[in-house]
T-cell receptor, first 113, second 113 residues
Framework: QQQVKQSPQSLIVQKGGISIINCAYE??????FPWYQQFPGKGPALLIAIRPDVSEKKEGRFTISFNKSAKQFSLHIMDSQPGDSATYFC????????????FGTGTRLQVFP | EPEVTQTPSHQVTQMGQEVILRCVPI?????FYWYRQILGQKVEFLVS????????KSEIFDDQFSVERPDGSNFTLKIRSTKLEDSAMYFCASNLVAGYGYTFGSGTRLTVV
């Protein structure tokens, strides 16, 4: 119940294309869903986050879509660039009584020119 | 932009030895965390720390682990007697407000031989 399942494990996209990474959770007590971007040798960096009271959040080329009834959320990267090549982690937490993050298994994105 | 600083970036230690991983969180942050990432796997929560005490810890954080904020700037993770399976990347993180995404450091790669 504490797991966050992430897919795909790896993704190859051409420059200018749309990258889509999906996550699913079981625990309906989760109320905070961030996405982190990690470059090799670096720590995860917060990219964008959403709470279940909205179905979509957009920041620049990055959009989170959230489906509360399906217990799924996804990251869309529009106009993908080679600089977006990194590992992406979704995460979830029950922010009202803890800020422990439960991470997904990660998606390695490669964007080719 | 403020950063979480971790030292050393890489530490090699013999099995059974004690190691101390050091972190300097962002100066006005109040909440501190340690996570670890075994090579190629997801990021896992170890412990959270607030108001000079542990607020939450995972099953991984057993009696071999301890955390300390010895002064106003450092936050340390001690592993008393390292095992081979402690080999991982250890990330420190800090936050100003609980319940939101936090800032990770670049990590310390611990190799136990």
């Amino acid at each position: 119940q504490q797991q966050v399942k992430q897919s795909p494990q790896s993704l190859i996209v051409q420059k200018g294309g749309i990258s889509i990474i999906n996550c699913a959770y079981e625990n309906t007590a989760f109320d905070y869903f961030p996405w982190y971007q990690q470059f090799p040798g670096k720590g995860p960096a917060l990219l964008i986050a959403i709470r279940p009271d909205v179905s979509e959040k957009k920041e620049g080329r990055f959009t989170i879509s959230f489906n509360k009834s399906a217990k799924q959320f996804s990251l869309h990267i529009m106009d993908s660039q080679p600089g977006d090549s990194a590992t992406y982690f979704c995460a979830a937490s029950k922010s009202y009584n803890t800020d422990k993050l439960i991470f997904g298994t990660g998606t390695r994105l490669q964007v080719f020119p | 932009e403020p950063e979480v600083t971790q030292t050393p970036s890489h530490q090699v230690t013999q099995m059974g030895q004690e190691v101390i991983l050091r972190c300097v969180p962002i100066s006005n942050h109040l909440y501190f965390y340690w996570y670890r990432q075994i090579l190629g796997q997801k990021v896992e929560f170890l412990v959270s720390f607030y108001n000079n005490e542990i607020s939450e810890k995972s099953e991984i954080f057993d009696d071999q682990f301890s955390v300390e904020r010895p002064d106003g700037s450092n936050f340390t993770l001690k592993i008393r007697s390292t095992k081979l399976e402690d080999s991982a990347m250890y990330f420190c993180a800090s936050n100003l407000v609980a319940g939101y995404g936090y800032t990770f450091g670049s990590g310390t790669r611990l190799t136990v031989v």
